[in-house]
């Protein structure tokens, strides 16, 4: 990523997520841990020094200090803050009985904003190249992020499997969850990761998402009386 390109993406209104998810923060640590995501995603974790932090944060290094222990604290207050807010965003999508297909879809274009946005690929790679001298960031990561997510949407399939409209008894709900996220983030994921100044069009999410909805309802749809619940629209 460009130096400086990190730094903004730490809005206002992201400032504003943060105090919603930890309300505990006064003004001052929420400043301080804005300054940090943007100096993390700019510069890695091992790069960054509280000094960056604190001439970014505009704050002396005895605040720093006062509201995080060291920099491995801010870094994880920052990755658990960034990932309670995408999990928010998945979690305000309710099931609909007699509508998978639609649910699926509004899950699938949750999770794509979430895994393709700039903020989430930037994160995610500081977390690929931190990971093996500090395995304990990773597994932050991973709890805090895709596994709160994955268990968020595993709940929405075990609503659909009791309400008959789809069979996960070959493989369990969470590999369906599983499954449903690596149909989805496969080639997108993987483009923005490699190539830092692409971006995804909203005809490409389109397609992704309809991709996955149908391979996975092709999958894991039930049968009922009147025939197959859910027909999705072919995609030729």
């Given at each position: 990523m460009?130096a400086?390109?990190?730094?903004?993406?730490?809005?206002?209104?992201?400032?504003?997520?943060?105090?919603?998810?930890?309300?505990?923060l006064?003004?001052?640590?929420?400043k301080?841990?804005?300054?940090?995501?943007?100096?993390?995603?700019?510069?890695?974790?091992s790069?960054?020094?509280?000094?960056?932090?604190?001439?970014?944060?505009g704050?002396?290094?005895?605040?720093?200090y006062?509201?995080?222990?060291?920099?491995?604290?801010?870094?994880?207050?920052?990755?658990?803050?960034q990932?309670?807010?995408?999990?928010?965003?998945?979690?305000?999508?309710?099931?609909?009985?007699?509508?998978?297909?639609?649910?699926?879809?509004?899950?699938?274009?949750?999770?794509?904003n979430?895994?393709?946005?700039?903020?989430?690929?930037?994160?995610?790679?500081?977390?690929?190249?931190?990971?093996?001298r500090?395995?304990?960031?990773?597994?932050?990561?991973y709890?805090?992020?895709?596994?709160?997510?994955?268990?968020?949407?595993?709940?929405?399939?075990?609503?659909?499997?009791?309400?008959g409209?789809?069979d996960?008894?070959?493989?369990?709900?969470?590999?369906?969850?599983?499954?449903?996220?690596?149909l989805?983030r496969?080639?997108?994921?993987?483009?923005?990761?490699?190539?830092?100044?692409?971006?995804?069009?909203?005809?490409?999410?389109?397609?992704?998402?309809?991709?996955?909805v149908?391979?996975?309802?092709?999958?894991?749809?039930?049968?009922?009386?009147?025939?197959?619940?859910?027909?999705?629209?072919?995609l030729?």
């Amino acid at each position: 990523m460009r130096a400086g390109c990190a730094l903004m993406l730490m809005t206002n209104n992201t400032e504003v997520a943060l105090r919603e998810i930890s309300p505990e923060l006064n003004d001052k640590a929420l400043k301080v841990l804005r300054a940090a995501t943007g100096i993390f995603l700019t510069h890695g974790f091992s790069a960054a020094t509280t000094d960056m932090i604190q001439q970014a944060a505009g704050v002396s290094k005895a605040t720093v200090y006062a509201h995080f222990a060291n920099k491995e604290a801010l870094f994880v207050a920052a990755i658990e803050a960034q990932c309670e807010k995408f999990e928010a965003s998945v979690r305000a999508i309710r099931f609909e009985p007699g509508n998978i297909a639609k649910v699926l879809r509004e899950l699938g274009h949750a999770y794509l904003n979430i895994v393709l946005s700039e903020t989430a690929l930037a994160f995610m790679r500081v977390i690929i190249a931190e990971a093996s001298r500090f395995p304990q960031l990773g597994s932050t990561f991973y709890q805090a992020g895709p596994k709160a997510i994955l268990s968020v949407v595993s709940e929405q399939l075990a609503h659909a499997v009791e309400a008959g409209e789809i069979d996960v008894q070959a493989t369990g709900i969470e590999t369906a969850a599983m499954l449903f996220f690596s149909l989805l983030r496969g080639e997108g994921q993987l483009i923005c990761l490699m190539h830092p100044e692409s971006r995804v069009s909203p005809v490409q999410i389109d397609h992704w998402v309809e991709t996955a909805v149908h391979t996975f309802l092709r999958a894991f749809g039930s049968e009922t009386s009147g025939g197959r619940v859910l027909h999705v629209a072919s995609l030729d």
